[in-house]
């Protein structure tokens, strides 16, 4: 039978060679699928009031709150490695209940988008647009009783957009998980003339337990309770997805799902649905996860993020937030 099939040269599984374009290092980047570029990650970054103020966040090696003339040093070093933009976060001096510190034209984040913007770096600069490193109980928006009040909060966020958006600000993020953030941030922009605003909704943004080491770098944790109320079940997907024709609908011009690796699903469904860009967080816990082992020995830190970064690109990413930004843009160069 051996000898029969040999000589009718019959074509079986077995001549199906996948391995031919594996075999060298150029047939594999010949073929390769996904490529990250440095353009297309966003480096998150925390500010602070003063200067020459640096202070590590233990929960996130190799990171600090910085004052804005540290944050535009570190700006130009992420401009030089060819990283497309950063996302500021901002930690005020005093919370309120209100959070209004969030829209202090002379807060941390105002700051530092006007030197980084004087200094003409080419860098896109945006901006998280949320209460929750603002106010004394942590929560994302203005409280009624215990509940956070949805509504109240809207005007708010907006105020806090037109801020940045007029200390250079080219993108403004909302991410308070509240229902109209996007249309009021859209209106509050427009009627403000700032007509040329992006406006990246975190449209997508489940409760999660990967928030841990950011909440400790932001200082955000809630004071009782969690955000659960707010934020989306993690078990929703077909939910996540509504949310995303919501911010659509609403004026979003890029659309974020978040956190990353365990919404590859949804980005991937998400690609297919709409053709805004969207974008990916690979929140504080998914590098967290990664630096502890790495810090053990348990595996190799640099393949595993690059991996890791490949994988959000391939689920249908255009945009990657992500703290190994100028790390990884270090590696896609050598
Ligand atoms: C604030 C905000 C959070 C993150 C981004 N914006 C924390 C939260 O919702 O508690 C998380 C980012 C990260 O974990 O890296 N609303
Ligand atoms: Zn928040």
């Known amino acids: 039978m051996r000898e029969l099939v040999r000589r009718l040269d019959v074509p079986s599984p077995g001549r199906q060679r996948p391995r031919r374009l594996r075999s060298s290092d150029p047939l594999r980047r010949l073929v390769r699928e996904t490529r990250l570029t440095p353009g297309q990650l966003l480096a998150p970054v925390f500010v602070v009031s003063g200067t020459g103020r640096r202070e590590p966040i233990t929960s996130l090696p190799g990171h600090a709150r910085l004052s804005a003339d540290l944050a535009t040093e570190l700006a130009a070093e992420l401009a030089r490695l060819g990283v497309g933009g950063i996302l500021l976060f901002g930690i005020p001096d005093e919370k309120d209940p209100e959070g209004r510190a969030a829209a202090d034209p002379s807060g941390p984040v105002c700051a530092t988008l006007r030197q980084i913007r004087s200094a003409g770096l080419g860098l896109v600069l945006a901006a998280d647009v949320c209460l929750c490193e603002y106010t004394t109980h942590g929560h994302c928006g203005v409280l009624r009783g215990e509940q956070v009040d949805n509504d109240a909060t809207l005007p708010l966020l907006?105020?806090?957009?037109?801020?940045?958006?007029?200390?250079?600000?080219?993108?403004?993020?909302?991410?308070?998980?509240?229902?109209?953030?996007?249309?009021?941030?859209?209106?509050?922009?427009?009627?403000?003339?700032?007509?040329?605003?992006?406006?990246?909704?975190?449209?997508?943004?489940?409760?999660?337990?990967?928030?841990?080491?950011?909440?400790?770098?932001?200082?955000?944790?809630?004071?009782?309770?969690?955000?659960?109320?707010?934020?989306?079940?993690?078990?929703?997907?077909?939910?996540?997805?509504?949310?995303?024709?919501?911010?659509?609908d609403e004026g979003a011009d890029i659309l974020m799902v978040k956190p990353a690796l365990t919404s590859l699903d949804l980005l991937a469904r998400a690609r297919d649905r709409f053709d805004l860009p969207l974008a990916a967080y690979n929140v504080s816990g998914e590098v967290a996860m990664i630096e502890a082992a790495a810090e053990r020995g348990w595996l190799d830190r640099r393949g595993a993020a690059l991996e890791c970064l490949t994988a959000i690109a391939r689920a249908g990413a255009d945009v990657i937030i992500t703290y190994f930004a100028a790390d990884a843009a270090r590696w896609l160069a050598e």
């Open 158 to 248: 907006a105020e806090a957009a037109v801020a940045y958006a007029e200390a250079g600000a080219d993108v403004v993020g909302p991410s308070a998980m509240m229902d109209g953030q996007v249309a009021a941030l859209r209106a509050g922009l427009d009627q403000a003339g700032r007509t040329e605003t992006a406006i990246m909704a975190y449209a997508s943004k489940a409760a999660s337990y990967l928030y841990g080491p950011f909440r400790e770098a932001a200082g955000s944790a809630p004071s009782f309770g969690d955000r659960r109320g707010y934020q989306m079940d993690p078990a929703n997907g077909r939910e996540a997805l509504r949310e995303l024709q919501l911010d659509a």
